[in-house]
């Protein structure tokens, strides 16, 4: 399975600030995924981070609020931007690590709490 | 209606019991189905896929009813360590496309 490490494990930040949340994968992923889980809910995916173009994001999330990278197949970052405390989530990203299927494997999380 | 639809619990069961855990999903076009856990304040982690002629893995069972749009997970011989939320969840499309996933079903074993 896939190795997935995310950064920082948490943080605590102050209304109107940004963080950028970096995502890497041990291997060359085709697809990476980018999902928030808020307090005793599941999973609600924000966007899939697209290679070489602009993410794709679903609806009730915009680029100005969640930009996100993918520079390369390992790595994406995805930034919340102008942070209030209905931000305050996990922020999880996914990625298809084995070749051929649909599976999905998860990193660690973020914890973001904003005060 | 909801895209997967999972009873959230908590289900509270003493060790040893046999538990079982539905889901339902709304796109009749789904291609793909997966059990993942999810422990306390951890990532998902994959528990298996549904395939339709059902699987096994140890003590755990999973089924896929396509015609009437329908998963479930079988625990045998329940763990204390088996203490966690189970998300049904499925691709709705073919292909390394997002997953959606249910709020999940949270297990307590019991001692």
């Known amino acids: 399975s896939a190795v997935i490490s995310q950064k920082p494990s948490r943080d605590i930040c102050q209304r109107g600030t940004s963080l950028t949340i970096q995502c890497q994968v041990d291997?060359?992923?085709?697809?990476m995924f980018w999902y928030r889980q808020q307090p005793g809910q599941s999973l609600t995916l924000i966007a899939t981070a697209n290679q070489g173009s602009e993410a794709t994001y679903e609806s009730g999330f915009v680029i100005d609020k969640f930009p996100i990278s993918r520079p390369n197949l390992t790595f994406s970052t995805l930034t919340v931007s102008n942070m209030s405390p209905e931000d305050s989530s996990i922020y999880l990203c996914?990625?298809?690590?084995?070749?051929?299927?649909?599976?999905?494997?998860f990193g660690p999380g973020t914890r973001l709490t904003v005060l | 209606r909801k895209e997967v639809e999972q009873d959230p619990g908590p289900f509270n069961v003493p060790e040893g019991a046999t538990v079982a855990f539905n889901c339902t999903y709304s796109n009749s076009a789904s291609q793909s189905f997966f059990w993942y856990r999810q422990d306390c304040r951890k990532e998902p982690k994959l528990l298996m896929s549904?395939?339709?002629s059902g699987n096994e893995d140890g003590r755990f069972t999973a089924q896929l009813n396509r015609a009437s749009q329908y998963i479930s997970l079988l625990i045998r011989d329940s763990k204390l360590s088996d203490s966690a939320t189970y998300l049904c969840v499925v691709n709705p499309r073919a292909g390394n496309t997002p997953l959606v996933f249910g709020k999940g079903t949270r297990l307590s074993v019991i001692a």
């Open positions: 549904v395939y339709s």
């Open positions: 996914s990625a298809d690590r084995d070749v051929g299927t649909d599976t999905q494997y």
């Open positions: 291997s060359q992923v085709t697809m």
